[in-house]
């Protein structure tokens, strides 16, 4: 009987290690809120995942297969023309918290995730956790410089609209690096459902 061998293994090491993306693999970074729920919509699709001790996850993928993502709190992490990228990598037994880990192990069964799949779990929760992106850039509540990853952090109720429900009003947002700031649990319970209704046109 044959077994299969593993593609790829982390050097070994005692300590998360810092290897180039780009040459054995790119890696796809995702927020925690986005994150979780993708990793819940790919279920057994999903290839091995490093979660770090902020609970930001990282799949591997081929690479190359994802160099032209633009989704809010997804990065891409490749080799660049004039720079090398590097990934914290824990060693393959690390498989627990606290700490970087690997939240879904490295096996013979789980290594690269399928890029469009993984993009499509992705882009799904963008969807779901921020609504649609609104055109343009938005002002970030907290610095006030514009960005091109808006991120909805309050909704605020518009009063009363045409037939059953409150329409949706000003939507306020904050920036990559400053949306941590405000927890899921620190914003509004409808803000999500809002933020959705509010950019596809429905009513909250």
Do not use: F
Request: hydrophobic fraction near 35%; proline fraction near 8%.
């Amino acid at each position: 009987m044959t077994t299969r061998a593993l593609a790829w293994t982390p050097p070994p090491a005692t300590d998360v290690q810092a290897l180039p993306a780009g040459k054995w693999w790119d890696a796809v970074r995702a927020a925690p809120l986005v994150g979780e729920r993708a990793l819940q919509l790919l279920g057994d699709e999903n290839g091995a995942v490093i979660q770090d001790k902020h609970g930001t996850l990282y799949w591997l993928v081929e690479v190359g297969s994802a160099a032209s993502w633009q989704l809010r709190q997804v990065r891409v992490l490749t080799e660049l023309a004039d720079e090398c990228t590097y990934l914290g990598v824990p060693p393959s037994s690390w498989t627990t918290p606290p700490g970087t880990h690997w939240r879904v192990p490295l096996s013979v069964d789980h290594y690269l995730t399928d890029a469009w799949k993984l993009w499509g779990a992705l882009a799904e929760a963008d969807r779901v956790e921020y609504g649609r992106a609104p055109e343009g850039r938005q002002l970030c509540h907290h610095c006030g410089l514009p960005t091109d990853e808006p991120i909805p952090i309050e909704v605020e109720n518009g009063g009363s609209g045409s037939g059953n429900g409150s329409a949706v009003g000003k939507t306020t947002y904050a920036c990559p690096t400053h949306a941590p700031l405000h927890s899921k649990h620190s914003r509004s319970r409808g803000l999500t459902s809002a933020a959705v209704a509010k950019h596809e046109g429905q009513r909250g």
